[in-house]
Each structure stands twice: as structure tokens, then as C-alpha cells.
Nanobody, 115 residues
Framework: QVQLVESGGGLVQPGGSLRLSCAAS????????MGWYRQAPGKQRELVAS???????TYADSVKGRFTISRDNAKKMVYMQMNSLKPEDTAVYYC?????????WGQGTQVTVSS
């Protein structure tokens, strides 16, 4: 049974930073492309960043240059450093694999950007 646990969210002012973490268990983590998704109120869940096992990453245009995804295969962890946060980044953030049937979603971590 795969389990994903996200953490690191919070309330931050515009221009601030947060670092999200995702711990995966019960899976062959290293072979999967991993990603961070987000879902804002009333909107569909969207993929904002993904990372190959090699460390090569891609980003949605809305976060490019501000967010950085990384992973530690030995620890089965995925991270996302979020800088220059904007109010429109407010959402619940989730991690999951990309390009395959998603694992069961974790509870996510709330990020709120507001002054």
C-alpha cells in the first residue's frame, strides 16, 4: 500500500517562501516520475512541477523561475522550494507520480499566500 504524506505548507505573505516535503512509503519510488500538483478552491487539480529519477525537472509556466522541485531517492522524498510566492499560488499541494495511474492521494498541505 503506497502512502504519500505532504508537509511544509502554511500562511505566507506575497513574496515569501516555503519548502514543501513529501514522504513516500510502500513503493518502488526511484523508478517513478514524481510531481507536485495543486488544487485551488473551485478549480481542477493541476500539475505544477515534475522530476525524473535522474533529477531532470519540468515546470508549469505559472511557476517557472520561482519553484524548484527536487528528490532524494534513497529517502523516498520529494521537495519543492517555492520562492516569490503570489496570492494565486494559494492551493492545497499534493505529490504523486506522473504519467502513470496515480497512487492514492495524500491529505495534501495547504499553502495560503496573503497579506
Amino acid at each position: 500500500q503506497v502512502q504519500l504524506v505532504e508537509s511544509g505548507g502554511g500562511l505566507v505573505q506575497p513574496g515569501g517562501s516555503l519548502r514543501l516535503s513529501c514522504a513516500a512509503s510502500g513503493t518502488s519510488f526511484s523508478i517513478n516520475v514524481m510531481g507536485w500538483y495543486r488544487q485551488a478552491p473551485g478549480k481542477q487539480r493541476e500539475l505544477v512541477a515534475s522530476i525524473l529519477s535522474s533529477g531532470s525537472a519540468t515546470y508549469a509556466d505559472s511557476v517557472k523561475g520561482r519553484f524548484t522541485i527536487s528528490r532524494d531517492n534513497a529517502k523516498k522524498m520529494v521537495y519543492m522550494q517555492m520562492n516569490s510566492l503570489k496570492p494565486e499560488d494559494t492551493a492545497v499541494y499534493y505529490c504523486n507520480r506522473v504519467g502513470s495511474l496515480p497512487w492514492p492521494w495524500g491529505q495534501g498541505t495547504q499553502v495560503t499566500v496573503s497579506s
